[in-house]
């Protein structure tokens, strides 16, 4: 059984998931990319692993750019202006635990202010890594987003299956890349193809 072979279970209430933002804060160093990366820290999910600087919508009033623009400035001190933000990629993800979410990606390039540690109950550092060599551990999620992103994709699905570690393995790597590959179960044939674009 392959991620998208998962049985489906009539409900009597519309599904629904939460959706959450992700900054891609880039700068160019000496010719070379590079991605701001927090660490998580705390009684937080995966802590003492590295992620994007992220969170979730405050609700129904605040839409995804502008949640991205508050997270940006609550989590690393900087300011962003709506304007500077850019379209990314789109993750669908599934959680080794069966909980599954979509997250919105943005490429942001330019900012105010120097990026800091604003959160320390729940981040105690945050560093420039070449998007070419990210560091370890990184959440599976967050580095499903950041290979999609590095191929060039507009969008992407990451089903992780139960027993899998929520840190990036590449054994285990379960990043589809939609556009990119045969679908696994299409008539196309098997499972996805090799991604491509996001090579060590």
């Known amino acids: 059984m392959n991620g998208h072979d998962v049985p489906h279970v009539p409900s ?9 933002v992700h900054l891609i804060a880039v700068r ?14 705390g009684p ?17 009033h605040e839409d995804v750019v502008a949640a991205l623009v508050r997270e940006t400035r609550e ?13 990314a990629v789109t993750v669908h993800h599934r959680s080794p ?30 560093d420039w890594f070449p998007l070419d060599a ?6 599976a999620y967050c580095r499903a987003g950041l290979d999609a992103y590095r191929a060039g ?9 139960p027993g899998d570690p929520i840190t990036y393995a590449p054994g285990v790597d379960r990043l ?7 679908w696994p179960g299409s008539a196309s044939g098997g499972a996805p193809g090799p991604r491509t674009g996001a090579k060590e």
């Open 12 to 20: 009597a209430r519309r599904h629904t998931e939460p959706l959450d």
């Open 28 to 41: 160019e160093r000496e010719g070379r990319p590079e991605v701001l990366l927090s660490r998580r820290a």
């Open 44 to 60: 937080v999910y995966a802590a003492g692993c590295w992620h994007l600087p992220s969170g979730h919508l405050d609700g129904p």
């Open 153 to 161: 994709a507009r969008m992407a699905v990451h089903f992780q299956h």
């Open 134 to 139: 990210l560091p370890e551990p990184m959440v």
């Open 97 to 126: 635990g069966g909980g599954a979410r979509v997250g919105f990606f943005f490429e942001v390039r330019r900012w105010q202010g120097t990026p800091r540690v604003c959160e320390p109950q729940v981040c105690d550092a945050m």
């Open 75 to 87: 989590e690393t001190g900087v300011g962003v202006d709506a304007r500077d933000v850019r379209a």
């Open 176 to 182: 589809v890349l939609v556009g990119t590959a045969p």
